[in-house]
């Protein structure tokens, strides 16, 4: 497959090739958008799903839902500091204690099944972000059922699940050690595997219909060095459907779309892990953040998505909630600067474009916010230049993309094929533009602003404000 890419001097770039089995592990289509709920409670998600669907988000992604580490007294806070009257951290559910549906951030079992039904009734599929990689910092709240069902407390983790990764680029520390103080749980016992297949089954009998596998690299693949404890590296096989444990199957795996935070670094095997799942496009959005901070297209590779997996395969952001809360990589980019780069991304044809939800309320000077775990985010979501971003990605469906900047890059069109074409303003100054185009001669009135601009012996040409997008659809 090609991509013509023409940077006003006509440069092209050939994509990677999707394999046989990297094929038959894709999802249907590329078309569907992902909205990520991030720590809005399921009740929250339910009570907004109608706005979801109206978006036209294809997929609602929830956080993690498992029973979880009880920290701060349980206080809802997202992110508090010593002193504050409320106390809570959004990480707490990111520590498992059980595998069993529920915990006291997010809701119920019977609140995630009440989800699930809304997003049937309204035609949405729910992502539950999974992390079977791990258990709780302090490892003692780990609770009795899934301290048995694993044959004891010192079946749980790897023989190196308590020793700190000192070299993540080591794929038997990389895939063994405690992260970041987690321990790491023994992911090839089969005790293991049936308990934790259990739980999934029960998300998907419930109505979830996808999973996003956190920390992805720190389970092992085939052909990774064993753990003295493991006779064998078949999780993923497991967990994706390719093989029973103890008599026990995935559920529905041709229908579900699975994907692994595989952050992407020296010695991760892309490949292998996308014989299983797709992928997360980390370095793509490194590269998409420079180009949006500097305001300037040419200030990054934005041709190349910085992967050896062909983009389809890909999930794509702007900003995560890693790079949003860990290093405040992200936090301090302006609401209208990250809407622009996701226009960017969702008009592409290649991709399935990932939008995080901030917090409610929150600025560059507070991220956090309101500062409460189970509210939804910020308006952002339903944007009207995101929701029309959403709708030219499915109406381009198929059709080649190109791609164009102004001589300094503050300006960038994705047009697609001869249909349609997405002109975003990246500066924070508005411009009169003159931009090579695919289009056909007319004039056109851009679907979100009603701006009018021109089509005359190939270029488009128009006026565009600070940090704006226009979606123009050909007669």
Known sequence: MKITSRLLVGASLLMPVCSMAQRAAAAPTEDEVILHAWTWSLNTIAENMSKIAQCGYAYVQTSPVQACYVGDGGGPALFSEPGDSVQGKWYYYYQPT????????????????????????YGVKVIVDVLPNHVAIDDSAVLPGLDNAVGGHDKLLHAAGRTPIRDYNDRLQCT???????????????DFQYYYLQYVNDLINLGCRGFRYDTAKHIGLPSDPLDPLSPRNNFWDVATGREAVKGLSLLMP???FIYGEVLQDKNVKEDEYAEYMDLTASSYG???????????????????????VCPSRLVTWVESHDTYCNAHESADMSDELVRQGFVFLTARQHGRPLFYSRPAGSTRDNYWGNNRIGARGNDEFFNPEIVA?????????????????SKDGAVVQVARGEAGAAIINISSKPAKVKLETTLPAGEYTDAVHGYTFKVKNGFVEGR????????????
């Open 389 to 405: 971003a959403i709708k030219f990605r499915k109406d381009m469906s198929g059709l080649t993309e190109h791609l164009f900047a």
């Open 98 to 121: 059980d595998w069993t549906i529920g915990n006291y951030m997010l809701g119920t079992r019977d609140d995630f099944k009440a989800m699930c039904d809304s997003a049937y009734r």
């Open 286 to 308: 490194h590269e998409l953040r420079r180009a949006l901070n500097e305001g300037n297209f040419y200030a990054a590779d934005l041709l190349h998505w910085h992967h050896s």
């Open 176 to 190: 063994t050690g405690e992260m970041g103080g987690l321990k790491d749980v023994n992911t090839e016992n089969p």
């Open 464 to 475: 565009v404000e600070a940090l704006s997008s226009y979606i123009l659809y050909a007669k």
């Open 254 to 256: 041709d229908s579900l």
